[in-house]
């Protein structure tokens, strides 16, 4: 039997998205956003949820670029903090040490010690209240260079909004495109 | 230094959403789909993106209405299933034994073996391209009655779309809204 909890924004599990912007005066951003993730596949694109009152949504609206930044196990107080505090009160790059790396491709810094960045164009908004959802194409994608196959060693980490905790990916339970072939040709 | 890696439609890392709508005959369908997420907190809602060609698209544009069921351990060969078939070719549920059980908030069905469910309304619908995202206003959401806590001991798994795994959440590297603190106040 199930239970109702009314209406939480609760989903399992969450990427950890630090979103890169320029501010109107060229001041490069970072924000960790609890929503976001693929949009399509073609052209790809990703969503991102933010809220109005926030530093990044002035950012994403002047600039329409931003960057996503997945943030590796060793940046995790990093990323926590650049979802802490706005840019409005601090130079989070200036505070973390870590670098803003203009991207050739946007108008958006990534963050150079973060092992995978998307960059992004916003090409759609759309308001549903205490979030607006911005859509961005993906105009190029970048891996550090010591990753000899796809994210291998990135370490990337998840962040569970049930227990707040960072965790790092667990056991393998099954290969997906895989496991569910015993049930084809079943009836 | 980093590479280009052209525009991949990869993040890390992914829910694993079972979405369940009713056709229009009412026979319910169950698909797994690779992305999809919170789209904001208030009024509480998800984004999913589905291919038009795809079984749960036409659903969803007649029934206006969907579930999102995250899939636990115990259930991720079903859950590979659902995501490798159409519901155009086989009747899902019959094929794994699994139940579908009629929400009395939306008009579509759950899964009444995973153990947590989310009930939506579409919304909104934005065409991508290959994919549409559709946001779903979240009317309500049920857990397991065993759950003591918020999600404890319910098993849900993640997925790797790099390494393609099936994954538990692995462990804690710090606690979210925390380990961030240290940084404030620094400069």
Redesign the interface.
């Known amino acids: 039997?199930?239970?109702?909890?009314?209406?939480?924004?609760?989903?399992?599990?969450?990427?950890v998205l630090v979103v890169c912007t320029y501010d109107e005066g060229g001041r490069a951003n970072a924000a960790t956003l609890?929503?976001?993730?693929?949009?399509?596949?073609?052209?790809?694109?990703?969503?991102i949820?933010v809220q109005p009152p926030r530093y990044t949504y002035e950012a994403l609206m002047k600039r329409k670029a931003f960057t996503?930044n997945?943030a590796p196990?060793k940046y995790?107080?990093?990323?926590?903090?650049?979802?802490?505090?706005s840019g409005r009160d601090?130079?989070k790059f200036?505070?973390?040490g870590l670098t803003a790396v203009k991207s050739d491709i946007v108008d958006a810094p990534y963050i150079g010690e973060f092992p995978?960045?998307?960059e992004c164009e916003v090409t759609?908004t759309?308001d549903?209240?205490?979030?607006t959802?911005f859509?961005g194409a993906?105009?190029?994608?970048?891996?550090?260079?010591g990753a000899t196959e796809?994210?291998?060693g990135l370490d990337?980490?998840?962040?569970?909004a049930?227990?707040?905790?960072?965790?790092?990916?667990?056991?393998?339970?099954?290969?997906?495109?895989?496991?569910?072939?015993?049930?084809?040709n079943?009836?």
Do not use: Q
Request: proline share 5%; aromatic share 10%; no cysteine.
């Open positions: 039997m199930k239970k109702s909890i009314g209406t939480p924004s609760l989903i399992f599990p969450n990427p609890a929503w976001g993730g693929i949009a399509s596949s073609g052209p790809a694109a990703v969503s949820a996503v997945l196990a995790a107080a990093e990323a926590d903090y650049f979802g802490l505090v601090a130079d200036a505070v973390t995978y960045i998307l759609h759309l549903l209240g205490v979030h959802l859509i993906i105009k190029d994608a970048k891996i550090d260079d796809m994210w291998k990337l980490i998840t962040f569970d049930a227990s707040r905790d960072y965790r790092l990916p667990g056991a393998s339970v099954g290969k997906a495109f895989e496991i569910g072939n015993k049930f084809k079943k009836l």
